[in-house]
């Protein structure tokens, strides 16, 4: 958009609870480089006080601002307004997976829960404190995200089948391989992958990797390499037969 | 009554999930004691998490000559004198063992080519010290704590914000509080208190803080009778964006000045060697402030008034290594490729070194049962902070503070709760409902932040503060009577209306006591006082709250012992 410029834009935002809603209009006079969070902020300060966004940084940093802008879901921090078909309205929705509070705000406390069930950093015992950049390098990728938690919210096993029960997510899954790949962890989280987050009901679609502002190749980089430690361990034939023969312990 | 408010009971209570009050957590757990954290957003969204450039700790990995006496004098130096030395001493030397503790609980710093944690320069450090993760130090932090404190069974409060501490008497008896999400109040019991909310930017216009900095733990102090100190030393971050107006004040982290960036005018004159020919853009940020400042106001700024950052003379990959998000940042928000061209970048209000008056050893306040670490708090830092202290200062002090907690906690009994503290509590939080007429505190805050701004900036002078002190009251007469829209679910209008109360309190703090300081010193700038006064530099000004009534005294320096002194004479060598 020109320097200056005096257009307008309609944002046309869920306004509702956990019962009932509809969609509201509201205009918002466009500033050079406005976010569709400062639009937001706009009407908060020009039309509706109440209306409820979760937000902190605005920068991109903090993973707050999660919603659905023209059905696609994004940081509203970081969707600049010029980037969007101005000549309609710009709908703004909350994330789908998760239960709406109110307006775009989405009760996301299961994310949390699931984050308990993944064993923390155990450091391997007598451990040396030395790394290799190239080793941590591999890991820092998973160690970006931000917890917008917008690949939960489109990944279609939680989204379309509401399986938060059985499957952890991906956030989960690049949590989980933060830790796995950790130079110096010494726990295997197979069983949990397996069992506690169903890791198997993930179909590899690559929704998630779409959505990641922090373009964290979920699935390529996390998943797939969980998925095959998971296999590895649990359904590998040679050790299958192995153990078998041995009468071995089940790891 | 109890039908109005659930109540929880714990041992120490936390106020505020960041890096203070997670690590404050961490060890008040470790000494047995029942837990609880209360934070006004979601667990890991805290502005610790904005953090880019990195922790300071002597660790002496790149620079072999550095140690804690170095860190403490660079420390002291920056600050003017005007720190706290005991706080400066410990910060120097428990910031090494805090951060191999991180480590130990799973953070991935950066490394040498021996293996060991990299360290980078940064403003005002004589040697390279900054523990970094490329430009996301902070996240790495807090996801760490915040994972090792639930893992370790914390209890948190997730989107629940205080507005009151209870008191029994003089001491401290809980808090009281509304969540966010239904408006329901709640009541904390505790025996400790610890306040971990961070700082104030959100009483000016352009800042790099969030929405969460308005000052609430300050004023929950103040109003419970706790001493603030040095609350004139607000800090103007350098390097904020100018352009688009969207993204004003948004952090450009000093790593790229750390990493080499050059600053230039738009005549292309690299203007520190005007200022601080010795260090340069690694000047300590209120020079390096100030300077943009006056570039621009002499007319040699930028075209969207700032200064040219440039780091694009280092090789692109380089940059999007060290520096992602700032890379990524400009690109998406401002169509600038830094690693092709410079960056547009002007003072954003970035950190309060001022805050609650606290004891060096315990962080315990002048109210007992009370304790505060991090931004929250006062003393490390002087009349300017040094870029890395900050989270180096949450480690360190956030530790201590959940320490002596746990052990007042376990030497007192559980203060009982007087209804009536909870019922005016309750009242005050619905009254904005309430009234018929009034601003809307939308409203109310823009003001406010223009009042700072403009008259409570980098350069101040009588005749603004005077006018400042003035528009503050007007502000306070407009905030009593705001009237709030709509329920008390989810209701940010409401939040907000609470939260301008706050941010006056401590906007009113801030520019008396500027008024009081005819000096210039560190980020306190006088154009009518602008030298160093020395009788100044032996004494602090205590804010107090004494019959209702907002009071400044004055207090000495504390005195540091001579072999200490002794460290500061010495000249350090630089590299």
């Known amino acids: 958009m020109a320097e200056g410029s005096f257009a307008d834009a309609t944002l046309r935002v869920f306004r509702g609870n956990s019962e009932s809603g509809a969609a509201a209009d509201y205009r918002v006079p466009l500033v050079p480089g406005m976010v569709v969070l400062d639009a937001l902020h706009w009407v908060q300060a020009h039309g509706a006080p109440d209306l409820a966004v979760r937000w902190n940084c605005k920068a991109g940093k903090c993973g707050s601002c999660s919603a659905e802008v023209n059905g696609r879901p994004r940081l509203t921090c970081k969707t600049r307004m010029d980037a969007l078909p101005l000549d309609e309205p710009i709908t703004i929705f909350p994330m789908k997976a998760f239960p709406v509070i109110k307006d775009l705000v989405t009760d996301v406390?299961?994310?949390?829960?699931?984050?308990?069930?993944?064993?923390?950093?155990?450091?391997?015992?007598?451990?040396?404190?030395?790394?290799?950049?190239?080793?941590?390098?591999?890991?820092?990728?998973?160690?970006?995200?931000?917890e917008c938690f917008l690949c939960q919210n489109v990944c279609h096993v939680l989204r379309d089948h509401d399986k938060k029960e059985q499957f952890g997510g991906p956030r989960f899954f690049v949590r989980t391989a933060s830790l796995e790949m950790h130079p110096l962890d010494g726990v295997s989280r197979a069983k949990v992958l397996k069992d506690e987050v169903g890791i198997g009901l993930c179909n590899i679609t690559k929704c998630c990797t779409e959505v990641c502002p922090e373009d964290i190749h979920i699935t390529d980089n996390a998943i797939i390499p969980l998925k095959e430690r998971v296999v590895d361990e649990f359904y590998d034939p040679l050790l299958m037969l192995v153990r078998k023969i041995r009468g071995a312990k089940k790891i | 009554m109890n039908s109005k408010y659930e109540v929880h009971e714990h041992d120490v209570l936390i106020i505020g999930a960041g890096g203070a009050g997670l690590r404050a957590a961490i060890e008040a757990l470790a000494q047995g004691v029942r837990v609880g954290v209360v934070c006004k957003s979601l667990l890991g969204k805290a502005h610790t998490v904005m953090a880019e450039g990195g922790i300071a700790a002597a660790m002496a990995n790149v620079d072999t000559s550095d140690d804690w006496r170095a860190h403490f004098r660079d420390t002291m130096r920056g600050g003017k004198f005007l720190n706290n030395w005991r706080m400066a001493q410990l910060h120097a030397q428990e910031a090494p063992e805090r951060v191999r503790e991180l480590e130990q609980w799973g953070a991935l710093f950066d490394r040498t080519e021996n293996g060991d944690i990299l360290q980078r320069a940064f403003g005002g450090h004589t040697f390279k010290r900054l523990c970094h993760v490329g430009d996301r130090t902070g996240l790495e932090m807090i996801r760490t704590l915040q994972d090792r404190g639930v893992h370790l069974g914390i209890d948190v409060y997730m989107e629940c914000t205080i507005t009151r501490?209870?008191?029994?008497?003089?001491?401290?008896?809980?808090?009281?509080?509304?969540?966010?999400?239904?408006?329901?109040?709640?009541?904390?019991?505790?025996?400790?208190?610890?306040?971990?909310?961070?700082?104030?930017?959100?009483?000016w216009k352009i800042t790099s803080n969030s929405w969460e900095y308005t000052g609430d733990g300050m004023a929950l102090a103040y109003d419970a009778g706790a001493d603030l100190m040095d609350m004139e030393f607000v800090q103007f971050h350098p390097t904020g964006m100018v352009w688009p107006p969207g993204v004003q004040g948004i952090l450009v982290t000093e790593a790229v000045r750390g990493e080499g960036g050059v600053l230039r005018n738009k005549d292309g004159e690299r203007f520190m060697e005007r200022y601080d020919p010795k260090k340069m853009e690694l000047s300590t940020r209120d020079v390096v402030a100030r300077s943009i400042y006056t570039e621009v106001r002499e007319g040699r700024g930028t075209e969207h008034g700032g200064a040219y950052l440039d780091i694009s003379q280092k090789p692109a990959d380089y940059v999007k290594r060290k520096l992602p998000s700032m890379y990524h940042q400009f690109l998406e928000l401002a169509d600038v490729d830094i690693t092709k061209g410079p960056m547009e970048v002007g003072p954003t209000c970035h950190y309060m070194m001022g805050g609650i008056r606290v004891d060096a050893e315990t962080a315990q306040a002048s109210i007992p049962g009370l304790f505060a670490a991090g931004e929250a708090a006062v003393g490390l830092h002087g009349a300017n902070r040094l870029g890395g202290n900050s989270l180096s200062d949450l480690l360190v002090f956030g530790r201590r503070a959940g320490l002596s907690a746990a052990e007042h906690a376990k030497r007192t009994d559980m203060p009982p709760i007087d209804p009536s503290q909870i019922e005016e509590a309750a009242q005050q939080m619905l009254a904005p409902f309430e009234r018929p007429d009034?601003?809307?505190?939308?409203?109310?805050?823009?003001?406010?932040?223009?009042?700072?701004?403009?008259?409570?900036?980098?350069?101040?002078?009588?005749?603004?503060?005077?006018?400042?002190?003035?528009?503050?009251?007007?502000?306070n007469a407009r905030t009593a009577r705001a009237r709030v829209e709509g329920s008390r679910l989810f209701n940010p209008g409401w939040h907000l209306a609470w939260d301008l109360r706050s941010m006056l309190t401590v906007a009113e703090a801030v520019t008396r006591s500027a008024l009081t300081r005819r000096e210039s010193r560190g980020a306190h700038s006088r154009i009518d006082y602008p030298g160093l006064d020395d009788a100044w530099g032996k004494k602090h000004n205590v804010v107090v709250k004494k019959a209702g009534t907002m009071t400044l005294v004055e207090t000495p320096v504390l005195e540091m012992p001579d072999d200490l002194k002794q460290l500061l004479a010495e000249e350090s060598v630089a590299k």
């Not at chain 1, 984050?115 to 390098?137: A, H, L, S, T, Y």
């Not at chain 2, 400042?468 to 502000?475: G, M, T």
């Open chain 1, 109 to 146: 406390s299961w994310n949390y829960k699931v984050n308990q069930k993944i064993p923390p950093f155990q450091p391997r015992p007598g451990v040396e404190w030395k790394m290799d950049q190239r080793d941590v390098d591999r890991v820092q990728e998973f160690r970006k995200c931000i």
């Open chain 2, 438 to 475: 009034g601003d809307s505190p939308y409203a109310i805050h823009e003001d406010l932040q223009s009042v700072m701004q403009s008259l409570v900036g980098i350069f101040r002078d009588e005749a603004d503060l005077r006018r400042a002190l003035s528009e503050l009251e007007q502000l």
């Open chain 2, 165 to 203: 501490l209870l008191k029994d008497g003089d001491r401290i008896a809980g808090a009281f509080g509304y969540w966010r999400e239904q408006g329901r109040f709640v009541v904390f019991r505790a025996k400790s208190v610890i306040i971990c909310t961070g700082g104030i930017g959100k009483a």
